[in-house]
């Protein structure tokens, strides 16, 4: 820039500059929010709990609000909720999973539902 520039000039390159890097980048807000997260592997889609199979095949995906049960016991390395509500997860190691968490723990699953009103999972 030339420095006969006005400040608002500068303001508006600088804003330009910043910009251009970010695309340029791939930075984006969900990738920003995904790595200030809590180091999740897996990939959730919004609006679903995810279930990452031990045997590395294919993710579960059970959309938010509904249920899933296994049987076999569905074995896990991880569970992720990236829905709004808490799921109960059943299995060898049952727990209550907040909304935008992940448990990376092997284990297996028996069922998944949302938590139930009273705000407890009968475990």
Known sequence: MSKGSSPAR???AVVGAVFA???GTGVSGAASATAAGDGAALACP???LCLQPQSGSRTV???QGERASFSPALRVAEVTNSTRV???VTGDFSYPLGAGRTQSRES???SVAPMPPGGACLL
Do not use: F, H, M, N
């Open 46 to 48: 919004v609006g679903y």
């Open 108 to 110: 297996s699953v028996v």
């Open 61 to 63: 995906l059970v959309r």
């Open 21 to 23: 890097v970010a695309l």
């Open 10 to 12: 500068r303001r508006i």
């Open 86 to 88: 808490t799921y109960c």
